[in-house]
């Protein structure tokens, strides 16, 4: 793997475009990785740095890291506090309402149910000769989302949840329409993509914006099934 594309450094944080697959940091999870975006970074840069976020390993985009000790402490709080608004990207089966309120409670892994609420927008819509299904022709839609709780797999689960999954999505997507594209387009990403961050900064206040283009697969798809805006 060359080096990793940095999207804004200052003193106090740096943000990276996490490319498909790459976990953040070492998970009992996922004990076959022996690569991971801190330490990647943490060479890239000869200094210590400090994840805020998480990032799905399947999911590409914006991911960011504080510099010290103390800055990690605050941007996690903004982060928990809702003072970070996150826009994701996604590819995902049929054709999405113009946009809409996701509410729908969620449940951890330990039982526990958690409130959990996205807006989402249709960006574009397609309908391709693809015949995935009894169909003769496949309908997928390029959507924007904006989740304002931060549950594990929220949006993956959100958007499973109105019957509209993320295409490459395994544990919560559509198992016919993966198996497709793993084989016709030999595509076995996730189209889930973390657009953009947006906070104001904790030392000067002013506004800052970090976005991430696509990355090359989810770029690909956009071609392969004519979402380009």
Do not use: W
């Not at 080096?3 to 996922?30: D, F, M, Q, W």
């Not at 402490?73 to 982060?79: A, G, I, W």
């Not at 892994?109 to 819509?125: H, I, K, M, N, S």
């Not at 595509?187 to 991430?212: C, D, K, R, Y």
């Amino acid at each position: 793997m060359g080096p990793l594309e940095i999207l804004y450094e200052c003193e106090h944080l740096v943000a990276i475009n996490k490319p498909n697959g790459l976990l953040v940091h070492r998970s009992h999870i996922a004990s076959d990785a022996d690569v991971f975006a801190v330490q990647l970074l943490r060479d890239q840069l000869g200094r210590r740095v400090y994840p805020v976020h998480r990032l799905d390993r399947k999911t590409s985009g914006v991911l960011l890291f504080a510099l010290d000790e103390a800055t990690n402490r605050e941007m996690q709080r903004k982060f928990m506090e809702g003072e970070v608004a996150k826009t994701y990207h996604a590819i995902v089966r049929g054709y999405t309402p113009d946009d809409g309120k996701i509410d729908y409670p969620l449940k951890r892994d330990d039982g526990v149910t958690q409130e959990a609420v996205t807006y989402f927008e249709t960006l574009l819509r397609t309908e391709v000769p693809f015949a995935a299904g009894t169909h003769p022709t496949s309908r997928y839609s390029l959507v924007k989302l904006n989740p304002v709780t931060g549950r594990m797999h929220q949006l993956r689960k959100h958007m499973a949840h109105i019957l509209h999954p993320i295409i490459g999505d395994r544990p919560h997507g559509c198992n016919k329409q993966n198996r497709f594209f793993k084989e016709h387009l030999e595509m076995i990403q996730m189209m889930l993509h973390a657009q953009s961050v947006q906070f104001n900064h904790l030392v000067n206040g002013e506004q800052v914006i970090i976005e991430a283009g696509y990355q090359p697969e989810f770029a690909r798809m956009t071609k392969e099934l004519k979402l380009l805006q």
